[in-house]
């Protein structure tokens, strides 16, 4: 069955920092991936999705995300952290399978 | 704004009892997808409709049932509720049922099972 997987529950960062999370995927063909963000109290928010094509997938607010075949990984990153960027941010492939979460907190 | 819309935002009930909940998809959205949301399970995928047609099913249990209704829009129905139901219902719609086919949230409804 496919899955996807979050490493790290909690991620903190410095404001300005690199944002760094990690998605892993377990699938025999390729799938289609995407980020979503969930701000408080609210529902959740596409960020980006990679279908097929380029690797390097942009997306909204200056977040990007790398597919990489050989490491099953489908990770988000942003140059700069900023305040506003403070959410929960979910993985999830075509089958509607989220991975658990990363909580993201930005450090003054 | 996402363009989906739920209702009630907040349902407090009591164990045992029936609710439904409401959901709006995007204008010309014909998929609609249910999850539920809880601090131990996540987000769970519940069930999916495409054009009144269920389409997918997830980790619905028997005392959950949904449909879409011809304008569209979906209820969740939730009977005999326990303790354990107490979670944020989202429901999400995409343009059809393709699986690259991204999904608009909607803002939830909070069940409080009492």
């Known amino acids: 069955a496919q899955s996807v997987t979050q490493l790290g529950s909690h991620v903190s960062v410095s404001e300005g920092a690199l944002v760094l999370l990690r998605c892993n995927y377990s699938?025999?063909?390729?799938?289609?991936l995407f980020w979503y963000v969930q701000y408080p109290n609210q529902g959740l928010q596409l960020l980006l999705k990679?279908?097929?094509?380029?690797?390097l997938v942009k997306g909204i607010n200056g977040f990007e995300a790398e597919f990489k075949k050989s490491e099953t990984s489908f990770h988000l990153t942003k140059p700069s952290a900023h305040m506003s960027d403070a959410a929960e941010y979910f993985c999830a492939d075509e089958k509607l399978t989220f991975g658990t979460g990363t909580r993201l907190t930005i450090i003054p | 704004d996402s363009g989906v819309t739920q209702t009630p935002k907040h349902l407090i009930t009591a164990t045992g009892q029936r609710v439904t909940l409401r959901c709006s998809p995007r204008?010309?959205?014909?998929?609609v997808y249910w999850y539920q949301q809880s601090l131990d399970q996540g987000l769970q995928f519940l069930i999916q409709y495409y054009n009144g047609e269920e389409r997918a099913k997830g980790n619905i249990l028997e005392r959950f049932s949904a449909q879409q209704f011809p304008d569209l829009h979906s209820e969740l129905n939730l009977s005999s509720l326990e303790l354990g139901d107490s979670a944020l219902y989202f429901c999400?719609?995409?343009?059809?049922?393709?699986?690259?086919?991204?999904?608009?949230f909607g803002p939830g409804t909070r069940l409080t099972v009492t």
């Open positions: 204008s010309g959205d014909l998929s």
């Open positions: 699938s025999s063909v390729p799938p289609y």
């Open positions: 999400a719609s995409s343009v059809a049922w393709g699986d690259s086919y991204e999904q608009y």
């Open positions: 990679y279908t097929t094509g380029a690797t």
